[in-house]
């Protein structure tokens, strides 16, 4: 029996943990426990910035990372962080499977194998008013946290505040941030209703988390293994997803339940935020090359 | 318990490099190193490094050598003599006289320096020759002061409180917010033991201090003006969400050179002298982190702690028996060692046995500082006795027996804790719904 | 040879103060960068990467500083037994300082390592700054390698000389706590 160390940097309760702890179940049930995966949550292995990195390298054969955190070493990792590209769970799923080739290949590239990928809750817009058009959104102090969120506080014309994750509730409480971008579920674990009024649902993205495997290790596993590999990776992608599409709604009833309005964004704001959109497609393509007009062309011929 | 032969090993590998004097920060990667190599298959060197760049690259961690560099500087001013100046005429009716000086003294000082023995020489090198010159009990001047410089710990900025963050990821700034009141309550604590030493001791008799009006009490406190406005920026930046933790400490930096070019006690020579202390400290401090860092990624792999934590919660230990133990077992081991290894030392094994037993992260940092600040006292070593043996000459036994009651209010502060956690939970919870 | 040894004590002291006041600049661009940015955030400026560079800088203030708080006795080990020995203490130092050199220079070789692979693999910050990693990376070896270095000289002074020249500071080594 070989003892496989997984990593995860999200707490054991985060569905993504409880999916990827179902996982490890599933391969040590099914190799009949000649592999055991033992996860690790909550980053007490190795913090999430560092995981890719130990499982390339071999300091774990396996791992759990969201992989559009690494988009400055290719750009395809940030697929499915494009904003206003793909809106819902099922654009999710097909922008996904447009891209899974390309997304595999660089992965190969980097010594190692894609197991699985799940989907976060799509990306929201709090703010701390009505706002139903782009016009709303002048002026407006926005959490920028990386290059994406600071070219969509430009494009919209909010002005871009930085503010660390851990910091985003009392950016709020003191008015030093007025709107940001992130997942229903985000306000909802850090109680955002004391300090935000409204949440748009504008599933701007589905940012996705993948589970990969050491390329070498892989190698070395019989097709029998890798057989038991690939249906427990079937199985957690599928009940990954349910289960995303459960906490979605679990979050916004709770955020709307303590006195949140949890609205659909007006027709007018759609609009506005379809040509932001446009223009940071526009923006990957040119970082992403053909391979990047390829993925977005299938996407959008499905 | 198959976990039984890893936790022989472990403790004697580190009892070994520790006791024969390795330095804290490479006996943990020793220890660290012979876990990897015993326990498991992973190559041990690249995921020490790993972890190793994590741990010190971390943004978080910069709020540490910020802190220091404002306690050096702060140390080179004359602000201990303003502070004697402006607190004394304050203190001088009240029963136990200018022996507050000591406890508010630290107190005030502890809003602004992150360190227990920065605060303890500062406000020590004014406050013991002041009080001797009035008779004061010299064991009740040196264990007051031993005790209350403690609250450096407690009170933000506070390294101890820094360092427990980064170690378990809490935010910082949270932790600083749940120190303020149990801090100001172990000083109430202290203040009373010397109100009550006053009216029953027969040693208490010190000279009495020349009457002065309200008017000159009020003059005098001006000098208190300086401090006061370092505490507003440091400790009221942080309140009100204008500045996280390490932004916080980088006004202080500002601040504290800003107060010392006004008291002309800013010279190329004293800035050169508190950026190269910091340096040494932090460096110290940092070598220590990276070790631990290491040590609780070994800790991982042999899955030790885990098993510990279901061990604790097999055993149906209640709340308070946990923290029992735990307290116990801090006071021995801060006997031995620094709070800073000790902190680090333990929270591998002691953070998942906590989050299984229920216990809140933030209140359980304000525990652990108050069993740190516990060591800072007790033989054989303490880092207030040694600091206090340079300075009074006495020796470290009766600088230790001096400060006994100390510790003792300490312990008593411990069930003060437990009895109500919201001491420690209630101001960070509200810091965010501020007006 | 004594103008040899002369010359060679001179240089390595010269290096650890260097390493130091290396250290003591990446505190002080601490400060500017954790400045820097609360201004632009004041103005409404963004300063991509901050956080990125503040911890780059902190690494760089740790890793050169410690050979130069090794030589200060800056940091903290338990003297205890150290002390009770009395005559016979360079015996323990012997060890304290072969274990010490022994663990460093596995540091040294891992953190090299580390800086070769991160080059190799194309490892870029995941921060809006997208450094290269092994450009920071490359401080940790270097300063590693400077404390191997410390604590190779120092045992060797303890094997020949009989003593290390270090002299444990109690009072800084305080200044943590
Ligand atoms: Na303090
Ligand atoms: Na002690």
Redesign the pocket.
Known sequence: AEKWDMPLAYPATNFHSENAAAFAACVTEGTGGEIEIVTHPGGSLFGGADIKRAVQTGQVPIGERLLSAHANEDPIFGVDSIPFLATSFDDSVKLWSAAEGAVEEALDGQNLVLLYSVPWPPQGLYFNKEVNSGADMKGIKFRAYNAATAKLAELTGMLPVQIEAAEVSQAFATGVAESMISSGATGYDSKLWENVSHFYEVDAWLPRNSVMVNKDTWAGLSDETKKVFTDCSAKAEADGLQKAKDYTKLTLDGLASNGMKVLKPSDQLKADLALVGEAMTDEWLKAAGDKGKAIVDAFKAN | METLAPIILFLFVLFLLLGTGVWVGLALLGVAFVGMELFTSRPAGDAMITVIWAASSSWTLTALPLFIWMGEILYRTRLSEDMFRGLAPWMARLPGGLLHTNVVGCTVF??V??SSAATLTTVGKMSVPELRKRDYPEKMVIGTLAGAATL??M????LTLIVYGVTINESITKLFMAGILPGLVLAGLFMGYIAVYAKVSKNYKPQPEPQMTFREKLANSRFLLPVIALIIVVIGSMYTGLATATEAAALGVIGSLALAAGQGSLTWKTFGESLMGATRTSAMVALILAGAAFLSLSMGFTGLPRALAAWIADMQLSRFELLMALLVFYIVIGCFLDGISSVVLTMAVVEPMVRAAGIDAIWFGIFVVVVVEMAQITPPIGFNLFVLQGMTRHEMTYIARAALPMFALMVVMVFILIAFPELATWLPENMRTRP | MIALGRGLRRLLDGLYLAGGMIAALALVSILAIIVAQMIARWTGLIFPGAASYAGYAMASASFFAFAHALNRGAHIRVSLLLSALGRHRRWLEIWCFGIGSALTWYLSYYAIKAVYWSRKLNDISQGQDATPLWIPQMAMAAGAVLLAIAMTDHLVRVLVLGSSGIVADTVEQSHGE
């Open positions: 502890a809003a320096s992150g450096g710990l009170i933000p900025p506070s």
